[in-house]
């Protein structure tokens, strides 16, 4: 269909109004809103992390890209609700408490997005308690800290620290980004695992979601 096609243009090349226009025409039309995820806009940030790795693309270039995604789910989140399709898995997203930067959450956001998950953002700064209680009241299966500022490090482990011992651990998997964290790091913490980029973060979450789902049937 020519809007999807359109639409994955437009968000790939961050033109939000556009893509809200051509997103809400298909809707008109009949498109269903999942096969505009799957085809347009899931497609279109892919490539746009494909080109971030790949030099072609610089932060500015993914902020708009995630941003034009951002406005087309303000449209499909509730259609998708309503037709009960069900997410590819729910996170809890968040910077960590000490820490207000939020550029590389927010890419992040839009690419778990794009890719079909539901992402409940809790913003910056968002302390080990108010992750515990999003875990619990939404049903997570997963939990992602951001963090920039080498000293917010601690912050990670005391929420990992948190949702072990308030019960919830066993129920999500916990992955974690930003500049200062490595994998020796994340290991370090006991989280489930780390993404390098917003790129490899909606794989890492899609393993991590299979994993949790395996290890609910055993």
């Known amino acids: 269909m020519q809007e999807s096609t359109e ?5 790939l090349v961050g033109d939000a109004v556009l893509a809200l226009s051509l997103a809400q025409r298909a809707i008109d039309q009949g498109y269903a809103p999942v096969d505009l995820i799957n085809d347009a806009i ?16 610089f932060v500015p270039e993914l902020l708009m890209a995630a941003r034009a995604t951002k406005g087309v789910f303000e449209i ?4 998708l609700a309503k037709q009960g399709v069900e997410p590819a898995g729910r996170i809890v997203l968040g910077t960590v408490q000490g820490d207000l930067h939020d550029i590389g959450k927010n890419l992040v956001g839009a690419m778990l997005e794009g890719g079909g998950f539901e ?16 875990v619990k009241e939404r049903s997570a299966d997963l939990v992602g800290l951001s963090a920039l500022l080498t000293t917010t490090l601690p912050a990670m ?36 695992g780390y993404a390098e ?22």
């Open 197 to 218: 980029s917003a790129a490899l973060a909606v794989n890492l979450a899609r393993q991590l979601v299979a994993k949790q789902s395996t290890a609910s049937r055993v």
């Open 7 to 11: 639409l994955q243009k437009a968000v």
């Open 76 to 79: 499909l989140r509730p259609l």
């Open 42 to 57: 899931g497609p279109a940030m892919r490539e746009a992390g494909e080109l971030f790795e790949a030099g072609e693309y």
């Open 119 to 134: 992402v409940i953002d809790l913003g910056v700064n968002v302390t080990p308690n108010q992750f515990a209680a999003a």
């Open 157 to 192: 482990k005391a929420t990992i620290e948190l949702i072990q011992s308030s019960g919830l651990r066993d129920q999500v998997k916990i992955m974690v980004g930003g500049a200062p964290v490595t994998q020796s790091y994340a290991n370090a913490i006991s989280a489930d």
